[in-house]
């Protein structure tokens, strides 16, 4: 199995760029988000996620596992997801249980939630490793172990009693592990497998210029969009020549429904000072042909039409004053 890892992780973690989304560690992590409304009204939401790419869904109402990507499956058979549905199910609903039962014991206030994310990580030439914790209203509640649940050191009283409660469940433990520190990495080593051409794809971003609401009298706000590229690392700022623009603000990096990402940068600056602006973007797909958008070659569509239309009604109003005197 080490071996294994270590050729799909030499094959799929590209090297250089430590925000790639399959820097190692690689990590699978499964989500399970417990909303509690009141006594009668609970729900259950999962999902599984490959580093930040959602693979899985799950419908709470029959416990089946949803596929989002073609390759979801990994190398696991009918029979074996048949298996961990079942599992995964009658868990939730044991999870719901053991909350809505200790509600006044511990204290918790309707309406409110609890998450579970348990996972694995596989790192170059080393063993997996296998994490499971839980929180509560966003904040860590508790974390698992080998075969055992232990507490977060700020959650107090309640954080206690609810590990203690867990750790007597001995079977569920023993599951719990073997799940996530053996099933879980073989799983996550068949699914790289099976979706290496997918991951490994490049997708050539396409890149345009715009303004933003004016900062203020005499100031421009001048937006870098970066669209539809794969895989996530991107380099986008604003340049002066070939001096980075210290001023360039980045924002996140969103994801499209077809797996690409977006990105814009933005820069507030002096309207005499836009000039000689440029921005760049450079990107794996693009093979060292960075893209370079200068701003004296932007002109927003408002500016086009007034530069334009006015001309054209200033002309048409001085032919008809000539049409009249004549």
């Known amino acids: 199995m080490l071996l294994l890892q270590l050729v799909l992780l030499t094959v799929l973690v590209p090297g250089g760029d430590s925000d790639d989304d399959f820097q190692e560690p690689i990590t699978f992590r499964i989500i399970l988000t417990s909303s509690f409304y009141n006594r009668a009204r609970t729900q259950n939401q999962g999902s599984a996620w490959l580093g930040q790419l959602q693979t899985h869904g799950w419908d709470s109402k029959t416990g089946a596992f949803i596929f989002l990507r073609p390759w979801s499956r990994g190398n696991f058979s009918n029979e074996k997801f048949m298996e961990l549905e079942k599992l995964f199910y009658s868990y939730s609903i044991r999870f719901l249980q053991v909350f809505q039962d200790h509600v006044s014991q511990w204290q918790l206030e309707y309406p409110f939630q609890v998450q579970l994310e348990g996972g694995c990580e596989l790192h170059l030439g080393e063993a997996s490793v296998g994490f499971v914790e839980i929180a509560y209203q966003g904040s860590d509640l508790m974390s698992f172990q080998n075969t055992s649940w232990w507490p977060s050191p700020k959650g107090g009283r309640r954080t206690e009693e609810v590990c203690t409660l867990f750790n007597r469940f001995y079977v569920i433990n023993e599951i719990i592990h073997t799940l996530f520190s053996d ?46 590229f794969y895989p996530k690392p ?7 020549g070939e001096q980075e623009h210290q001023g360039t603000r980045r924002g996140e990096v969103l994801p499209h429904a077809d797996g690409t990402w977006y990105l814009q940068t933005s820069l507030d600056v002096e309207a005499r000072e836009a000039a000689g602006l440029s921005c760049r973007v450079r990107h794996s797909s693009l093979e060292g042909q960075d ?23 200033l002309l048409a109003g001085l032919a008809f004053w000539l049409w009249k005197r004549w």
Not at 196 to 203: G, M
Not at 234 to 240: F, I, L, S, Y
Request: with cysteine; hydrophobic share 50%; aromatic share 10%.
């Open 183 to 228: 099933t879980c990495p073989q799983f996550l080593l068949g699914l790289l497998d099976a979706g290496k051409a997918y991951l490994k794809r490049q997708v050539r971003p396409e890149a345009w210029l715009s303004s933003g609401s004016s900062p203020g009298p005499g100031r421009l706000l001048l937006v870098c969009h970066v669209s539809g």
């Open 234 to 240: 991107v380099w986008v700022t604003w340049m002066r």
């Open 291 to 313: 893209i370079v958008l200068y701003w004296e070659q932007h002109r927003p569509v408002g500016l086009v039409f007034l530069a334009v239309i006015v001309p054209l009604v």
